[in-house]
């Protein structure tokens, strides 16, 4: 899979893509990554990338001539015009990252996981030109209700995410699957459960709690049941306490 990512600060990556099992990922041959100065793509000697909003107000604005020839050089074919548009790629995503776009959540990491590539356009000062939203972007997605310096710590976030869930990403391919978001509580875990939190949404409930050694440290004891050898028992009591730790801690989760 190969990630391309659009920034005007190309040096931020060269940590965080570095570590981990993005690192192995990329050295494997899993997944490619580029990185692609948008300034390259400017005209004038100051290598501009931004200006002010028509209408007025605070701040600087990317403009859509630099991103737009950023994203098809990248695709190798332009994206067309007003009069007529080339359709996307279906195995390709245009990802611009904003504060105001939808929110990134499992689901939609998975659906990203699925693709052949996807292209990150990383905003900065107050924002992008809309027709990069409208019309060259596939989508525009926010990483959550809070506003960032930039969209490149989004995408960092985002390619991490979708990474861990390509075939051969983790040694063990279970750990997927058996995290937070990964899937539904079953039923059983809500036993005797009436009314509006009889059930839980699909893809929205936390992982259930991880003890290891010592059983005992500092008077702080770990569940009996986990270390009995009864797998039902350690089964049934992980369902329970993953809805007691998302009732707890996210209750929005909760249908």
């Known amino acids: 899979m190969r990630f391309d990512l659009i920034t005007i600060f190309p040096e931020f990556f060269t940590g965080p893509l570095d570590h981990g099992i993005v690192r192995r990922a990329r050295e494997t041959g899993l ?14 000697r100051h290598r501009t990338v931004d200006d002010r909003p028509f209408g ?12 737009f020839e950023a994203v098809e050089s990248l695709l190798e074919y332009s994206v067309g015009d007003a009069a007529r548009q080339t359709a996307p790629d279906p195995g390709t ?7 105001a776009g939808k929110l ?32 060259l972007a596939t989508e525009e997605i926010s990483i959550g209700d809070f506003i ?3 969209g490149e710590l989004p995408a960092v976030l985002i390619l991490d995410a979708v990474t861990r869930l390509l075939p051969g990403a983790l040694g063990n391919e279970a750990s997927s699957q058996n995290e937070s978001f990964s899937g539904a509580v079953p039923s059983a875990a809500v036993p ?17 709690p991880h003890y290891t050694r010592p059983a005992d440290f ?9 270390i009995g050898g009864n797998h039902a028992q350690v089964t ?10 998302t009732r707890r801690n996210r209750p929005d989760l909760l249908g």
């Open 218 to 226: 500092r008077g702080w004891t770990v569940p009996e049941v986990l």
């Open 31 to 44: 997944i490619d990554v580029h990185v692609q100065d948008l300034r390259v793509f400017t005209k004038d």
């Open 93 to 99: 995503a245009i990802i611009l990252l904003s504060a």
């Open 104 to 135: 990134f959540d499992q689901s939609a990491a998975r659906r990203f996981a699925a693709l052949e590539r996807i292209i990150f356009i990383c905003g900065r000062y107050e924002g992008v030109d809309e027709r990069v939203a409208e019309h």
């Open 56 to 67: 007025g107000g605070e701040g600087m604005v990317l403009k859509p001539e630099p991103l």
């Open 192 to 208: 005797q459960a009436t009314g509006p939190e009889s059930g839980v949404r699909s893809n929205a409930v936390l992982d259930f």
């Open 236 to 245: 049934k009591r992980r369902r329970a306490a993953a809805l007691e730790k």
């Open 148 to 150: 960032l310096s930039g």
